[in-house]
């Protein structure tokens, strides 16, 4: 039972404009979240990341917002760009863990 | 890629054969993971490991074995091939706990099993 639920498959938008991926976690031990990204033949990359002890993690163009009480999280890039047209994926942690729990990925395609 | 190779980048093999992906690392890191990635299902966790000699199960082990007799590599083995592994499989890198290290991936490892 997947415990990180990304539920949207794939997000388009203009370039220029507001992409907001979103995901939800259903385990209420997870303190720490991070996004992925992740282009075709590539392994994913580190994006950014959030600790659950803060509800904004901010970083150039890509902002993360974390609302504990919802088990919610989003992903906000403003400009979108066409190089982000990529695979995103959600990952969360419990305290003291060493492993990652990912979501299916969201597939964002910025057009021009 | 943070000194992550794996190998081989693409394999073919035929149901019941038994097939060994590798993954090494240059960065000395502590801790390795493999996950298989599929349409639908994100990323999950088939093995890591926190050590030398030291593994434990993910969430997908069942079929796969792994091994990490030095710090640099991490095998991982399906003892006899099946067509549902047929997937891509990354291989990621940590040097602790993942607030303070986020994990580092490899290119992947196309796999199909025919």
């Known amino acids: 039972d997947q415990q990180v639920k990304q539920n949207s498959p794939s997000l388009s938008v203009q370039e220029g404009r507001i992409s907001i991926l979103n995901c939800d976690y259903t385990?209420?031990?997870?303190?720490?979240f991070l996004w992925y990204k992740k282009y075709p033949a590539e392994g994913p990359t580190f994006l950014i990341s959030?600790?659950?002890?803060?509800d904004k993690n901010e970083d150039g163009r890509f902002t993360v917002f974390l609302n504990k009480s919802a088990k919610h999280l989003s992903l906000h890039i403003v400009p979108s760009q066409p190089g982000d047209s990529a695979v995103y994926f959600c990952?969360?942690?419990?305290?003291?863990?060493?492993?990652?729990?990912f979501g299916a990925g969201t597939t964002v395609t910025v057009r021009a | 890629d943070a000194g992550i190779t794996q190998s081989p980048r693409h394999k073919v093999t035929e149901t019941g054969t038994p097939v060994t992906l590798r993954c090494h690392q240059t960065?000395?890191?502590?801790?390795m993971y493999w996950y298989r990635q599929d349409p639908g299902h994100g990323l999950r966790l088939i093995h890591y490991s926190y050590g030398v000699k030291d593994t434990d199960k993910g969430e997908v082990s069942d079929g796969y074995s792994v091994s990490r007799s030095k710090t640099e590599d991490f095998l991982l083995t399906l003892e006899s091939a099946t067509s549902s592994q047929t997937s891509v499989y990354f291989c990621a890198i940590s040097q602790g706990q993942l607030g303070n290290s986020p994990l580092h991936f490899g290119n992947g490892t196309r796999l199909t099993v025919t």
């Open positions: 959030i600790s659950s002890i803060k």
């Open positions: 385990n209420s031990m997870f303190d720490y």
């Open positions: 990952a969360a942690s419990a305290v003291g863990d060493y492993k990652l729990s």
């Open positions: 960065e000395n890191h502590r801790y």
